[in-house]
């Protein structure tokens, strides 16, 4: 079965700190996705990766960077974390092209203090 | 561009209750849609999907048609259960190829 594993499913951590969220995936799919969920704001898109080292911004990229060193990791970074950053945090993966879904991880409730 | 509307929430209904959650969508060409299902605290699960139109697509009771002639993905299920209680997202995929788009959402709560 599909899988994409995200590192954490519960994070705290301290305004200011550098904050690292990772997700992998076994299914070989060249694109992968970052999301925030906010209530009432449904999934907003941060970044994706349509390939390794290639990354396009999303609708909210401000106060985010991404990594993608190999085709099944993709990394969320917070590089000085704020407490508006405290959210839901989705990772998804599709095939490069066609008409299959997006599969999404569990996502990871970070929280800022 | 590309977007996704579907019903506003929440919805309450009564176990055994027939479920309508309406999903409209603009897209140029032939998107492929999808009904995805959040459980509290959980990621999004894939619960159905149609990929042309009038592909029918179902999953545990669930059903969904592709109406390209109305733009429409509406997701029906004839006998809620209170496990059913979620939040639900009406989503496309363009015919270009990587882009997708999801709608707000749809809270489904189902009382015994």
């Known amino acids: 079965d599909v899988k994409v594993t995200q590192s954490s499913r519960y994070l705290v951590k301290r305004t200011g700190e550098k904050v690292f969220l990772e997700c992998v995936q076994d299914m070989d799919h060249e694109n992968m996705f970052w999301y925030r969920q906010d209530p009432g704001l449904g999934l907003r898109l941060i970044y994706f990766s349509y390939d390794v080292k290639m990354k396009e911004k999303g609708d909210i990229p401000e106060g985010y960077s991404v990594s993608r060193e190999k085709k099944e990791r993709f990394s969320l970074i917070l590089e000085s974390a704020s407490t508006n950053q405290t959210s839901m945090y989705l990772c998804a993966s599709s095939s490069l092209g066609g008409r299959q879904p997006q599969h999404f991880g569990d996502g990871t409730r970070l929280s800022i203090l | 561009g590309d977007s996704v509307t579907q019903m506003e929430g929440p919805v309450t209904l009564s176990e055994e209750a027939c479920l309508t959650i309406n999903c409209t969508y603009t897209a140029t060409g032939y998107p492929s849609l999808f009904w995805y299902v959040q459980y509290p605290g959980e990621g999004l699960q894939l619960l159905l999907k149609a990929t042309k139109a009038d592909d029918k697509g179902s999953n545990k009771g669930f059903e969904a048609t592709y109406r390209k002639e109305t733009t429409s993905f509406h997701l029906e299920k004839g006998s809620v259960q209170v496990s059913d209680s979620a939040v639900y997202f009406c989503?496309?995929?363009?015919?270009?190829?990587?882009?997708?788009?999801f709608g707000t959402g749809t809270s489904l709560t189902v009382i015994p």
């Open positions: 989503a496309l995929r363009s015919n270009t190829g990587n882009q997708f788009y």
